[in-house]
């Protein structure tokens, strides 16, 4: 799933960060989106309570899938679908190849799948000679410029209207103007003519109802409900964590996902799909298949570390906050998931970590994507977890190792570590100017942007027992000690009992 | 590494009667390796920690994030050893970072100090999402005589020290921190507070390496500074 | 629909991936993974749904009435009360004819067929939803303007419901240029809830193939994150209160 092999986060930031117009544009798009959301849910209130609620459902679902998943699949062919339960990408193409081919396809429909990037369905498709149309209006602005996406919601956000201008011009055979009007409108009527000649429609899937057997799809524009009316074949992508139980959870996911992607109370299209036609329809697919991927997911269940990563519900919201993605934008993760949920995902659902490279480790931790997270996945944990199985795997990088051998020797023993600061004191002696270090040595990543400040003359230990003695003389205003005194103490008995101010808050 | 800051604090809390004791066993808190995936090597540092901190009351710190360490992840370092977690539950409930421990333990939000300057204020990481310190500092730093408090743009944005981040990822950090510095200009204050020194650390780095003219101080230094003169 | 089980493709590759063996393959996998025995039987859910302070939530018809119209109009789209079918008749007329449409779309509902339309718009082609007729998704897509009585409608969110039926098409809300939706006053609901606790309570036979919620004008900022209306779905949507 690492699309680029060979290079890494690290060395895709740096051109990233050399992109003027994409960190403008990145920092435009995430502020939007973000203020977006931070309006809507003040505006809708209790928002935390509607955040657990919604981690509560997911949860409760996730560990009873065995259940959900096969009512789901149960009522999905009772409703006339057929479904499919394919392990990886390998099978799913098998799946798909053969309805293509059964079909007869000389063009699929798409709308928009994060899946059908794991899959790398396009790819197939072209190899067999299908025209494989993207319609969501980003996805095929860069699916002409033969680019991936740069974010989960809004793909196209490192374009700018001149370049878009000149992608669709190409396909237009005349020149449009850099006029989003006169852009969009060209897409509509283009890809109207695909969405009435394509054989089949291919979809993704948002959430799948297990008591009815109905998948949801939520959008904007309307080409998913296009891909999903007009063609006589349906294939709708989704991964096994889609699952909720009924319809009445569906409503706090509809509450908690358009707030948190786009600030909207609700996306101007929510579809729940039941089976294809009636037979009496007059539009509608006549057939419609469901592939059921997992790809690695079914190994998050069971793992306490990593179960709650499939709450997920593909809102973006992380993205949105995360100071990093901030910064350098989608394509730097190099993986079909990027932002804070594409660097958990990405290595877990990989099971050999010797191929993670660095993107779990593109995070400062900060926990902005935990707070943003509606249905509140630990992201922030999951990277610190999966940077430690990386470690156990014995697959990280020898120096790195090395470091933190040495800071084990030093920290376990406070007489060594004193002794190390002695040493580094004198060390600093040939590079310390005026407090500071400005020389490029092993430290240059922190020094290239940073001063160093050098180690203090006399640290705080050094000087413990003389400020224990100045402190003792240093004058106290009287009145307050004996308040602070009982204070203190009440604590202390609070703790005894078991409740109280649990040490910080 | 800063010990005019563990002065500061100690100076703070001997007004109101409280003895702080160092105990020197302790060497860190480990966070540096736990957060770079070197769980053995955390322990061996944290283990320290909990021998130092097994028979105190109270356990103060001046960082944010080391308090954070200790509540957030303590449990989770230690899980598989029983008696370290006992140990570790312990530490956890008696940990607290300076100005929560000034505002919620001492009841203390008016140290007396005067700091006639425009100072802003950086929300570190770890201290308001693992520790939820939201109040506290502002608390204590709205009952300074002639301190003018005014408001950092995009404050919750992560300054990008995430410790060994700052030095792995250097290029992106170093993006994280020009933004930080910027916002802090932006406010016109002369002087930058916060609670947290990996934060401090990184953000004076970048001001030095510039060349401007802003104070970076910790809470405690401020407070302190504030009581002396 | 058709017979699924000769329609599973007994006899191709993908037979086996749609296989019973296959599906109780992985749901045994799922449950040895959460350590337990596999779960058969529904399990308790005590969360379901939304929180109960948000059961609480209610309006009166006029508050729904209200909220609708002015989240429907923030949207980008166009709100109005009629008294009756005769108004909306007449609205109709007047869209089609100041709007230079060639041809109108209604949905085969009897209150629609009963304004009378064809007659008083010579000029403009008026077709009728016809789902035995071939050619009918084609007559939609060139179609100006569709026409719909819905089913359902949200105040809190300002959405459209409507269910798909022989006698009502999906693409008549979704391929023309501009939406006419005929509300009636008593179809609006405060919010999703009731109407999603609807198709939870629906015999699972008689849930359509598709339903859909309609909340505004089609839209997408993907070109530098400017709004641009109108992209695949109608770009220009009425929606008419009635009663």
Known sequence: ?505 | MYPRVGEAMVRILARYGVQLDFPKVQTCCGQPAFNSGYWDDARASARTLLEAFDDSDFVVSPSGSCTGMIHHYYPKLFEDDPVMLDKALRLKEKTYEFSQFLVNVLGVEDVGATFPHKVTYHPSCHGTRLLGIKDEPMKLLQHVKGLELVPLPDAELCCGFGGTFAVKMSDISGAMVSEKVHNVESTGAEVLVGIDMGCLMNISGNIHAEGKPIRVMHLAELLNEGVSS | MADTNSRQGSGTARAIYASKERQDEWMQYIADRLGRPRITEKPQHPFRGVPDFWREYDLNQEERINLFMSNWTNLGGHAFRMSSMQEVGRFLEDFARETGAQKLLLQRQPELLDLGLPEALKDVECVVWDSSDDDIIDEAAQADIGVVIVDHAAAYTGTIVVLSSPDKGRSTSLLPRALVAVVPASAIEANLGPILKGLDARPKDQLPAGVHFITGPSRSSDIENDLTIGVHGPGIVYALIVG
């Not at chain 1, 209006?137 to 001149?162: D, R």
């Not at chain 1, 037979?279 to 991927?293: K, N, R, S, T």
């Not at chain 1, 943003?372 to 199985?389: E, F, G, T």
């Not at chain 1, 600061?421 to 922190?446: E, N």
């Open chain 1, 1 to 505: 799933m690492a699309d680029t092999a060979g290079s890494s986060v690290k060395v895709r930031s740096k051109q990233a960060l050399q992109d003027d117009f994409l960190r403008k544009a990145v920092k435009f798009t995430t502020e939007r989106l973000k203020n977006g959301k931070r309006k809507a849910t003040e505006e809708h209130g209790n928002w935390e309570e509607w955040r657990e609620r919604g981690r509560q459902i997911r949860l409760h679902t996730i560990a009873h899938l065995d259940y959900y998943l096969n009512l789901f699949a149960d009522n999905a062919r009772k409703a006339g679908a057929q479904v499919y339960f394919a392990k990886d990408p390998a099978e799913a193409v098998i799946i798909t190849r053969e309805i293509v081919r059964e079909k007869q396809a000389r063009s699929v429909v798409k709308s928009k799948s994060m899946v059908t990037e794991e899959l790398h369905i396009n790819h197939v498709l072209e190899e067999m000679d299908v025209a494989a149309i993207e319609t969501d209006l980003g996805e095929y602005i860069i699916q002409l410029a033969h680019e991936p996406p740069s974010h989960i919601i809004i793909p196209a956000i490192h374009k700018n209207k001149q370049q878009i201008a000149e992608v669709l011009s190409e396909v237009a055979g005349e020149r449009l103007e850099p006029d989003t009007q006169v852009l969009a409108g060209f897409v509509r009527r283009k890809l109207r003519e695909q969405f009435l000649q394509a054989e089949i429609g291919m979809t993704g899937c948002n959430f799948a109802i297990a008591e009815s057997g109905s998948i949801v799809i939520f959008e904007n524009e309307g080409n998913a409900r296009m891909c999903s009316t007009l063609p006589k074949t349906q294939i709708t992508f989704m991964g096994l964590e889609r699952i909720i139980p009924s319809f009445e959870d569906l409503e706090v996911m509809a509450t908690l996902l358009p707030r948190s992607a786009t600030g909207q109370k609700l996306t101007a299209y929510m579809s729940a799909i039941t089976g294809p036609r009636r037979m009496a329809d007059g539009d509608g697919p006549e057939e419609l298949h469901m592939i059921i991927i997992d790809n690695g997911r079914s190994r998050q269940i069971g793992d306490p570390d990593f179960q709650e990563l499939l709450n997920c519900i593909r809102c973006g919201a992380c993205l949105n906050v995360c100071p990093v993605y901030r910064h350098i934008g989608g394509h730097s993760y190099g993986s079909v998931y990027s932002g804070p949920i594409g660097a958990v995902l990405t290595p877990a659902l990989m099971e050999d970590a010797s191929q993670w490279q660095d993107i779990a480790y593109a995070s400062s931790l900060c926990g902005a994507c935990w707070e943003a997270c509606p249905v509140k996945i630990p992201l922030h944990d999951m990277l610190v977890y999966l940077r430690s199985r990386k470690v156990e795997s014995g697959t990280s990088p020898t120096a790195e190792q090395v470091v933190f051998k040495g800071f084990n020797y030093v920290m376990s023993d406070h007489r060594r570590m004193e002794r190390f600061l002695k040493l580094g004191k004198v060390g600093q002696k040939l590079v310390a100017r005026d407090g500071y270090i400005k020389i490029k040595g092993p430290l240059k990543g922190w020094t290239n942007y940073r001063d160093l400040p050098e180690i203090p003359k006399q640290s705080f230990r050094d000087r413990w027992k003389e400020l224990q003695a100045e402190v003792a003389q240093q004058p106290k205003p009287n009145t307050m000690i004996r308040d602070i005194e009982q204070r203190m103490r009440k604590v202390l008995e609070e703790r005894s009992r078991g409740g109280g101010s649990r040490g910080g808050h």
